[in-house]
């Protein structure tokens, strides 16, 4: 899944240990969906959507593999 977490975060000025305390989560789960190697749960998605007041949409796509 490509998503806009880090783009988001930087505009913010935020480390990702920053995003990781207001989420509650690791800055290595922040660390790994930046990086695509972790998608995170619905909960966790709605969370990262709040946290940066945009749609899930507009921050979640489906990669090349539809995923």
């Known amino acids: 899944m490509e998503n806009r977490v880090?783009?988001?975060?930087e505009k913010r000025g935020w480390s990702q240990a920053a995003l990781?305390?207001?989420l509650d989560v690791s800055r290595?789960?922040?660390?790994?969906?930046?990086?695509?190697?972790?998608?995170?749960s619905?909960?966790?998605?709605?969370?990262i959507a709040r946290v940066f007041r945009q749609s899930i949409e507009?921050?979640?796509e489906p990669g090349e593999d539809g995923g």
């Open 6 to 9: 880090r783009e988001l975060r």
């Open 20 to 22: 990781a305390e207001h």
């Open 28 to 40: 290595q789960t922040v660390n790994a969906i930046e990086t695509g190697k972790y998608d995170p």
């Open 42 to 47: 619905l909960p966790l998605a709605f969370r």
């Open 58 to 60: 507009n921050i979640f």
